[in-house]
């Protein structure tokens, strides 16, 4: 009886926020019918991601995006359009140049990617190779003096054999409703807190490894790294501080590469490469940028609040960032496009963000939170803090949307549910989990106290093919996804535009 009495009050305030909920059939039917059949996705894919190029923070090719976006979005009709500079980032980075292959005992090109902010070569470098097979202090010290000028291999640490399941995934109905269940007292994590210290005892190593080489004077380092049947994933976040020490130049390649040049060299056989990377340095302008632009809101006593969806723009150096993620930058603006183009006029002002400086750890995100509503470090709030109903973040690759993560935020759950029944014909088994979910730019949001959301998305080939590897292509989207997204994400954004009180928020957390 108890368990009851204390649930009656949370039903009651389910049953209120149910009350309260004001769809508009019709503007959702509009942003449908515009964005599923009016669709501007594969333009602007094509933008984004094979005519700007990677994106790597403070590159060239963030720029072109980043001018892309300014542009494109006033040509929508969207209001002050622009870059923001959020604070400093550091060091941009141009590949010009890389080509690696073994000579000896045979010819054999390498697939292989400059570790990002990676020094240039010597010009042209050949020699006999050093495979360095380390786990312990102890282990360097048998290499101490014998790897000046020296070619390195280091072997892979994860498992190159073949797989037995597909790449590309959706989610069933029975991982959906696992979704929906409470977080488990672990906060969700799948690993104990051993294999978590064990990682943490791997990277650490990893870089006194590197500190040891460099110690040495090696002249090239090949590190095989994760990765299958020719697809590696790099990121390598070195280097980008203004003020970061030289270092050896190096290589990330596909571990079969390295696993064959163990293979031989345990066997005796004598392995050469030859090798040359070039890459430049872009110091004139330090800071990083976001891209920000606004439909104004048209209720007088509501525009001043605002409703904020975005992704990130930047991405790794591999390939062209395809879903990792100019799948979500292609949402958002396609999303705020959609608004436009349905002659809708939401109340509050929305505003979309294409932040930067995600990959090195959300600074573009963090920074225009701490710049514009609050620092959650002393949880010191400013006035715009009052002024944010709510944001909206896609950043899990190109499937889908199956449903959202509420971050705790309970009073949210019967509100996204009525959002979602006008759309619930695009989405299967759609999900609604209480669960957080981490690593992307919703959590500058949330760790202030604002309602910040990302959502539930398939898959597909995220964690197989795509993410931070040099398969993430243009052909790796999804281009009915897209579709369905970019529709699914204007009506909630339309949706919290037009109530009549901001979204529901959580108590705000602690100081960090």
């Known amino acids: 009886m108890k368990k009851l009495l204390l649930a009656l009050p949370a039903l009651f305030v389910a049953s209120f926020a149910f009350c309260q909920e004001k769809i508009d059939q019709n503007a959702i039917e509009k942003i449908k019918n515009e964005g599923l059949n009016n669709s501007q996705v594969e333009n602007i894919a094509f933008e984004l991601v094979d005519k700007a190029g990677p994106r790597l923070s403070n590159s060239e090719g963030y720029v072109r995006a980043t001018e892309y976006a300014v542009k494109q979005l006033t040509d929508w009709g969207l209001e002050n359009a622009h870059t923001e500079a959020w604070g400093e980032f550091g060091r941009g980075w141009e590949m010009e140049k890389s080509y690696v292959a073994m000579t000896k005992p045979y010819y054999m090109p390498f ?35 014998k790897l000046k000028g020296a070619i390195i291999a280091v072997k892979p640490t994860g498992d190159a054999s073949p797989t037995f399941e597909a790449d590309a995934i959706r989610f069933t109905e029975e991982q959906l409703d696992q979704m929906a269940e409470p977080p488990s007292e672990s906060g969700g994590s799948s690993y104990t807190p051993e294999q978590i210290q ?260 398939d898959p597909i080939e995220y964690r197989s093919r795509t993410h931070h590897t040099n398969m993430d292509t243009y052909e790796r989207l999804m281009i009915d996804d897209l579709k369905q997204m970019a529709v699914i994400v204007a009506t909630f954004v339309y949706q919290t535009a037009q109530r009549d009180e901001k979204l529901p928020r959580k108590e705000l957390p602690s100081r960090n």
């Not at 020719?230 to 390295?258: Q, W």
């Not at 439909?295 to 409703?307: A, N, Q, R, T």
């Open 198 to 457: 064990a990682f943490r005892d791997a990277r650490a190593f990893a870089i006194r490894v590197g500190e040891f080489l460099k110690e040495e004077g090696a002249a090239l380092i090949i590190k095989g790294v994760n990765g299958r049947h020719g697809t590696l994933f790099t990121s390598s976040p070195r280097g980008y501080l203004k003020d970061t020490p030289e270092g050896i130049p190096e290589l990330e390649t596909a571990p079969e590469n390295v696993n064959l040049i163990a293979r031989l060299s345990e066997n005796g056989v004598e392995v050469e490469v030859e090798a040359e990377i070039k890459t430049r340095y872009l110091t004139d302008d330090l800071q990083g940028y976001n891209v920000i632009a606004e439909i104004p809101g048209s209720d007088p006593s509501l525009k001043s609040e605002l409703v904020m969806l975005g992704g990130h723009l930047d991405s790794w150096h591999g390939a062209n960032g395809a879903t990792d993620n100019a799948a979500g930058c292609i949402v958002m603006m396609e999303a705020v496009r959609i608004l436009k183009a349905a002659g809708l006029k939401p109340r509050r002002t929305v505003r979309i963000a294409l932040w930067g400086g995600e990959e090195q750890g959300l600074h573009g995100s963090r920074n225009y939170v701490t710049n514009h509503f609050g620092d959650r470090t002393t949880m010191e709030l400013l006035p715009e803090h009052e002024k944010l109903s709510g944001y909206f973040n896609i950043d899990n690759g190109t499937g889908r949307i199956r449903g959202i993560y509420l971050q705790g935020n309970e009073a949210m759950k019967p509100i996204v549910d009525e959002w979602f029944k006008p759309v619930d014909d695009l989405i299967e088994n759609r999900t609604i989990t209480l669960r957080n979910t981490g690593g992307t730019d919703h959590l500058a949001f949330d760790g202030v106290g604002l309602p910040g959301f990302q959502f539930i998305q």
């Open 111 to 145: 697939i292989a990617i400059p570790k990002a902010w990676t020094e240039s070569t010597a010009g042209e470098i050949s020699g006999k190779v050093i495979l360095i097979d380390a786990k312990t202090e102890e282990d360097l010290e048998k290499y101490k003096g």
